[in-house]
T-cell receptor
Framework: DSGVTQTPKHLITATGQRVTLRCSPR?????VYWYQQSLDQGLQFLIQ???????AKGNILERFSAQQFPDLHSELNLSSLELGDSALYFC????????????FGQGTRLTVV | LAKTTQPISMDSYEGQEVNITCSHNNIATNDYITWYQQFPSQGPRFIIQGYKTKVTNEVASLFIPADRKSSTLSLPRVSLSDTAVYYCLVGPSGSGYALNFGKGTSLLVTP
């Protein structure tokens, strides 16, 4: 158990819909990262939050957004869903040091039909 | 960010030593090298991290030559349970994990 909790584990939704993925980081970790994993692209970095503020942005589509709340949990919002958004979405958290270990959750498998 | 290149896949038999090499020619002075392991439908898990020379822990060793343009993850006496995808990451201290893991190296261990 990494200490990072993601909900839900599975999500099936229709094209055009909007979903919210939730991540609770390890206790005390200030950084939260979101990733998308698909067969063709591998594990791609989407966005990072640090103590409530956006810290870095990767290959995140404009239809996607995220936020980190005062209690440090984070949500990834995916809207106007397309078939190609079907993927595993992972959240990871790490402590203050930049090269400390990042701990990953078990992921949310999103299927868009 | 430094670009990394690693083999797409590798095969090994149980009990053998496996070495996975990652190239990172444009590694910067303050970059660290980190390896992660991922089993199907699970989140990646940290294996080892190093800056230069050799680092060893209970599961693996990481060899980094003096020029740091490559690194080799060494898994001693692999078992079937080592079948997984292995990712090589290179990034500056302080940037954390705001980087793409890519497709990694898919290691298959057979009896």
């Amino acid at each position: 158990d990494s200490g990072v909790t993601q909900t839900p584990k599975h999500l099936i939704t229709a094209t055009g819909q909007r979903v919210t993925l939730r991540c609770s980081p390890r206790s005390g970790d200030l950084s939260v990262y979101w990733y998308q994993q698909s067969l063709d692209q591998g594990l791609q970095f989407l966005i990072q939050y640090y103590n409530g503020e956006e810290r870095a942005k990767g290959n995140i589509l404009e239809r996607f957004s995220a936020q980190q709340f005062p209690d440090l949990h984070s949500e990834l919002n995916l809207s106007s869903l397309e078939l190609g958004d079907s993927a595993l979405y992972f959240c990871a958290s790490s402590g203050q040091g930049g090269n400390t270990e990042a701990f990953f959750g078990q992921g949310t498998r999103l299927t868009v039909v | 960010l430094a670009k990394t290149t690693q083999p797409i896949s590798m095969d090994s038999y149980e009990g053998q030593e496996v070495n996975i090499t990652c190239s990172h020619n444009n590694i910067a002075t303050n970059d660290y090298i980190t390896w992660y392991q991922q089993f199907p439908s699970q989140g990646p898990r940290f294996i080892i991290q190093g800056y230069k020379t050799k680092v060893t822990n209970e599961v693996a060793s990481l060899f980094i030559p003096a020029d740091r343009k490559s690194s080799t993850l060494s898994l001693p006496r692999v078992s079937l349970s080592d079948t997984a995808v292995y990712y090589c990451l290179v990034g500056p201290s302080g940037s954390g994990y705001a980087l793409n893991f890519g497709k990694g190296t898919s290691l298959l261990v057979t009896p």
